[in-house]
């Protein structure tokens, strides 16, 4: 069983178009995120929820818009999109958000190719 | 701004040579985590770092954290080709809480 899915693996869309990145983790973990993997592969956090609520929100243009229905699912939805958005994105789950500790481990998803024409 | 600064950026080398790859930062990390990206996939979690000077093996893999827990590095013995992939060290300081990455090393390994 996938511990943590996201859909769809692969997006293409033109420009302007609204675009919506699902994730569900079934780790039983409290603290989901959302990652940026630019075409360096630089790794940035974009947001993090812990139990449905927002803990994390970096500089992110507000037509990024996390929502977490419940503490399995953080999805992300995207508005206008702009060339400049084509990446890798990645959701990832862990168990509370102290120490990076051995039991505190980030899974990632194996991410969302997003391409912007 | 705190960083962690992952080299070489790029290596190539042929099946059964060594390496080392470096993660080093002017700050101090609580603790430090090794991750593979293999293409196409997610990274995955090789090991946590915590205490000064700790070494850690995973197989052919040694991991050391540096006395000052500012710097960490990876060796690889006798690589093999199924160790191809992007290696991202990321730690947390004691200020903040956030995981901070460095950009990686993208390793291939040559048959």
């Known amino acids: 069983d996938t511990a943590v899915s996201q859909t769809p693996k692969y997006l293409v869309t033109q420009m302007g178009n609204d675009k919506s990145i699902k994730c569900e983790q079934n780790l039983g973990h409290d603290t989901m995120y959302w990652y940026k993997q630019d075409s360096k592969k630089f790794l940035k956090i974009m947001f993090s929820?812990?139990?449905?609520?927002?803990?994390i929100n970096e500089t992110v243009p507000n037509r990024f818009s996390p929502k977490s229905p419940d503490k399995a699912h953080l999805n992300l939805h995207i508005n206008s999109l702009e060339l400049g958005d084509s990446a890798v994105y990645f959701c990832?789950?862990?168990?509370?958000?102290?120490?990076?500790?051995?039991?505190?481990?980030?899974?990632f998803g194996e991410g969302s190719w997003l391409t912007v024409v | 701004t705190q960083l962690l600064e992952q080299s070489p950026q790029f290596l190539s080398i042929q099946e059964g040579e060594n390496l080392t790859v470096y993660c080093n930062s002017s700050s101090v990390f609580s603790s430090l985590q090794w991750y593979r990206q293999e293409p196409g996939e997610g990274p995955v979690l090789l090991v946590t770092?915590?205490?000064g000077g700790e070494v850690k093996k995973l197989k052919r893999l040694t991991f050391q954290f540096g006395d000052a827990r500012k710097d960490s590095s990876l060796h690889i013995t006798a690589a093999q080709t199924g160790d191809t992939g992007l290696y991202l060290c990321a730690g947390r300081t004691d200020s903040n809480y956030q995981l901070i990455w460095g950009a990686g090393t993208k390793l291939i390994i040559k048959p």
């Open positions: 929820y812990n139990n449905k609520e927002l803990i």
């Open positions: 990832a789950s862990s168990q509370g958000t102290g120490a990076l500790l051995s039991g505190n481990t980030i899974y």
């Open positions: 770092v915590v205490t």
